[in-house]
């Protein structure tokens, strides 16, 4: 997030902002492309300022999941910067960055990253007691296993709610999403997301070598939760998030005030406006990168919403429908 | 070299068993659907002790709903002697402090490495030859290869980890065994990506995972993007790329670590199915001795 979106975000109703400064570790983002970043240690300066000022927390990403002895210096300095600025705490990813922050300053609020996957009370609780003050789950959880946990455990919560809901489990997935051409040309053919995990593939049976047809096999990303914001309240969670610091502005911010707003109508018992509103917000153009789009279209239609079912299949329309009978068909058949 | 053979269905690991492999393990490293029946798993042990088989019990990541489930059975494990417990999940490893006779192995999926990534082509980025270098010596390397998280490990009683079998990364592995750790090797299928929304269960339109009846015990994917010219297998959840060892890479491991536990996977792509199979693999690897 750059320093004129996160006026925007906190204009438009974020409590908590979560940005990352582009590290020193030339050449290394492997990983995400570095277009999200604020670009210098000055810029963060400008926006913990601006958010204090406006009673807004900001958190920094010091979360790739991995911290060589050979990168650790770079990793070192990049943090003492960062804590320079006066920032409310750091998105941790790895227990060798752990034992560097801790030894700089044992002291600053920590947050566990998305990438040490947590999914249960147990990993929360060991987090816990690592020094982690908050735990920001991984995305493919239910709704009552995320209820179950916030009331196992002795740590705050967060969940993701919009943005990217990645198909897979985040650290797990070494589909690196940039830097590398020829995955930019084929996802410039795609319609819609443009991730690698939503690209098409030649699917075949791996014994028989039978083709199976083509389909976006990987592809369960998701996008939107407005829906279940009423239930996902009432789990407990102490934060939701919105992936979306290497977006446009405008997503950033118009994305922002749906969410704030809904809150407040929850917080309010206004029960009957909440789902006049999501029903008007479903058709209506929101901001959707790269482009503005109806919601109803991009999410609802595609069942692109993270509490969905978890063996639910956005892109089984896409299938070809003799293809599929056809497996289907072999596969009973196999079975019997 | 010991080689070791993974199970996760006990017709498998039957077959397993009996064949020539110097340890056995069993259960389901991936996906939480098919850990295994209790039942199943203390069969699974009796055959192996039968058999005079080192045996391990491997756990995937684990939600809050298969939580309850695999304590019991770390409770069950933990009255047996000499198990080791792949675990995949940190919240296992939790558990573990609580069941101090079972010896914990770190999981590959608790082990980043970025050149599991299939396009390593990226270290390639259009900046000098240096930063080229550079970029490509920490390309290969392992979060292992911070000596702050091995110890994080060992303090927790952690001696052995899983690692995937990449060439490159062959010396970046040496040094972990000087950090204290013993290292197990999978061969042939290496992690891309894995997802709780199951991609084959979703392809072939298996709605409800609790009920799940577990294809991919038998079925496995291929998958082929032409642009990218990448071929992916799909197993279940998870999808690997695959490469078969070479000779002069066995040499290579064999000099830099001396000492390692090569696992083979039983699954639909290695086409693994009984102990004649198994035993005709471990021939082959024997071979490049």
Redesign the interface.
């Known amino acids: 997030m750059r320093f004129q979106g996160a006026i925007k975000v906190i204009e438009a109703g974020a409590d908590e902002l979560y940005c990352d400064v582009e590290m020193p ?4 983002s ?1 990983y995400r492309g570095a277009e999200h970043c604020l670009s210098t240690y000055d810029e963060l300066k400008a926006t913990v300022r601006y958010a204090h000022d406006h009673g807004v927390k900001v958190f920094i990403t010091a979360n790739m ?8 210096k770079d990793w070192r300095e990049h943090i003492l910067r960062c804590l320079e600025q006066d920032i409310d705490a750091l998105i941790v990813g ?3 960055v752990l ?2 922050i801790k030894e700089i300053n044992p002291g600053v609020p920590l947050l566990a990253s998305t990438y ?8 929360a ?3 816990r007691k690592l020094g982690f003050s908050r735990v920001i789950l ?1 995305r ?2 239910t709704i009552p ?1 995320i209820s ?2 916030v009331r ?1 455990s002795q740590v705050e919560i967060e969940v993701f709610v919009h943005g990217a809901g990645c ?3 985040n ?6 999403h ?3 051409p ?2 930019t ?2 996802l410039e ?1 795609l319609d819609g997301f443009k991730n690698p ?1 939503t ?9 028989t ?1 039978e083709a ?1 047809g083509e ?1 976006p ?2 592809d ?1 990303f998701t996008f939107c939760s407005i829906c279940h914001l009423p239930a996902l309240v009432e789990t407990g969670v102490a934060g939701l998030k919105i992936v979306g610091r290497g977006d446009f502005v405008a997503f950033q911010e118009g994305t922002t005030k749906v969410y704030r707003e809904l809150l407040n109508l929850i917080a309010q018992n206004r029960t009957e406006e909440f789902e006049t509103r999501v029903s008007d917000l479903k058709n209506s153009f929101l901001p959707r990168p790269p482009m503005f789009a109806n919601l109803k279209e991009v999410a609802c239609e595609q069942g692109r919403c993270f509490y969905n ?5 956005p ?2 329309r896409q299938l070809s429908w003799p293809a ?1 009978l056809k ?2 068909f072999k ?1 009973l058949e ?2 019997k | 070299m010991r080689v070791t053979v993974q199970a996760e269905n006990l017709k498998q690991f039957k077959e397993a068993v009996l064949s020539k492999c110097s340890g056995v393990r069993y259960g389901s490293e991936f996906c939480e659907w098919k850990i295994p029946e209790t039942e199943s798993l203390e069969e699974a042990y009796e055959l192996a002790n039968d058999a005079g088989k080192k045996f391990s019990y491997v756990t995937p990541r684990i939600s809050e709903t298969s939580l309850r489930r695999t304590r019991a059975q770390l409770d069950l494990l933990d009255r047996k002697e000499e198990v080791g417990l792949v675990f995949n999940d940190l919240g296992v490893l939790s558990l573990l402090e609580h069941h101090l006779n079972l010896v914990p192995h770190l999981g590959r999926q608790l082990v980043f490495i970025p050149a599991r990534c299939p396009w390593e082509q990226i270290t390639n980025l259009e900046v000098g030859f240096m930063a080229r270098r550079s970029v490509a010596e920490v390309f290969y390397q392992t979060s292992l290869n911070s000596s702050r998280t091995v110890q994080f490990y060992l303090e927790r009683g952690v001696r052995n980890a899983d690692l995937d079998w990449i060439p490159r990364c062959f010396q970046h592995y040496a040094s972990l065994r000087q950090a204290g750790l013993d290292l197990s090797i999978h061969a042939y299928l290496t992690p891309v990506t894995s997802t709780r929304r199951c991609h084959t269960a979703r392809f072939l339109g298996l709605e409800d995972p609790e009920n799940c009846d577990r294809p991919c015990f038998e079925k496995g994917f291929r998958l082929k993007n032409q642009t990218l010219g990448i071929d992916f297998c799909l197993l279940g959840n998870t999808v690997f790329r695959y490469s078969e060892p070479r000779a002069k890479d066995m040499e290579k491991i064999r000099r830099l670590l001396h000492e390692f536990e090569l696992v083979v996977t039983m699954d639909p792509v290695m086409n693994l199915e009984d102990r004649k199979g198994i035993d005709m693999l471990i021939d082959s690897l024997d071979a490049f001795r």
């Open positions: 570790i030339k050449h290394f492997l999941p991995f911290a060589a002895d050979r990168i650790e790895d227990f060798g034992s560097v040490f996957a947590s999914m249960n009370h147990e990993t609780n060991f987090l991984e493919h959880l296993e179950q946990i196992s198909s897979n489990i650290v797990n997935c070494y589909l690196f940039y830097r590398y020829p995955l040309k084929a053919d995990c690209l098409r593939f030649q699917i075949a049976d791996s014994r070598k199976l389909a096999v990987l369960a079912p978890l063996f639910h299949a892109y089984k599929w497996y289907q596969f196999h079975r």
